[in-house]
């Protein structure tokens, strides 16, 4: 059975462009979350999915956005792209919510 | 100060050694996650536990939820356990996981 699978694997933008991530969790799960981690900080929730209604988001402005598809697949938008967006953006999914997430390979986004 | 706190930062071991990586945390929490974080950067899911201890292989987990402390111990400790080990928990309602900073195993032969 597959895992999450993310796409693409790296991401390279310039400032004030637009990055489209992809996630498709594990087949049967619902839930997608989606975490930064950028370089020499640790992980931080960025958005919730969960039967295609955005549940929860983390501390993140508005540029961050995304969508669930009704396949549970996910995207993550990110606008106006800055430096500091520069990061690993991992990706999870679990069955329902408050289950054991697991992770895709994650897709490492930099910005010159 | 972080809601999720590990120790130590970094660790190095011989093989065979058996380690322990501890994880406090300060909120309410309805489970903890440990998770391994190899160097390129992809994330495996060790264990999820609300109580008690969880075995899996060499490794074991434990949790006691009164203290608000849990340990992820390493039997027999091997150089491919090189990683970061990252605790997470998971708060009120919400599902989303807030993370430990991590703690760096390298074990060497």
């Known amino acids: 059975e597959a895992g999450v699978t993310q796409s693409p694997t790296h991401l390279i933008k310039t400032r004030g462009q637009q990055a489209t991530l992809r996630c498709s969790p594990i087949?049967?799960?619902?839930?997608v979350y989606w975490y930064q981690q950028a370089l020499g900080l640790g992980l931080q929730f960025l958005l919730w999915y969960d039967e295609g209604e955005e549940r929860n988001r983390g501390n993140f402005p508005p540029r961050f956005s995304g969508r669930q598809f009704p396949n549970y697949s996910s995207e993550l938008n990110v606008n106006a792209l800055e430096l500091e967006d520069s990061a690993l953006y991992l990706c999870a999914s679990s069955y329902g919510a408050k289950n054991i997430q697991y992770f895709g390979a994650g897709t490492r986004l930099s910005v010159l | 100060k972080n809601e999720v706190e590990q120790s130590p930062q970094n660790l190095t071991a011989q093989e065979g050694e058996f380690i322990t990586i501890n994880c406090s945390y300060s909120v309410g929490i309805s489970a903890l996650h440990w998770l391994q974080q190899h160097p390129g950067g992809g994330i495996v899911s060790l264990f999820m536990?609300?109580?008690g201890k969880k075995k899996h292989g060499r490794l074991i987990a434990t949790i006691n939820i009164q203290e608000k402390h849990s340990s992820l111990h390493i039997t027999a400790s091997h150089p491919r356990d090189s990683a970061v080990y990252i605790c997470a928990v998971v708060t009120g309602t919400a599902s989303k996981l807030t993370f430990g900073t991590g703690t760096r195993l390298q074990v060497t032969l």
């Open positions: 087949s049967g799960h619902t839930s």
């Open positions: 536990l609300s109580s």
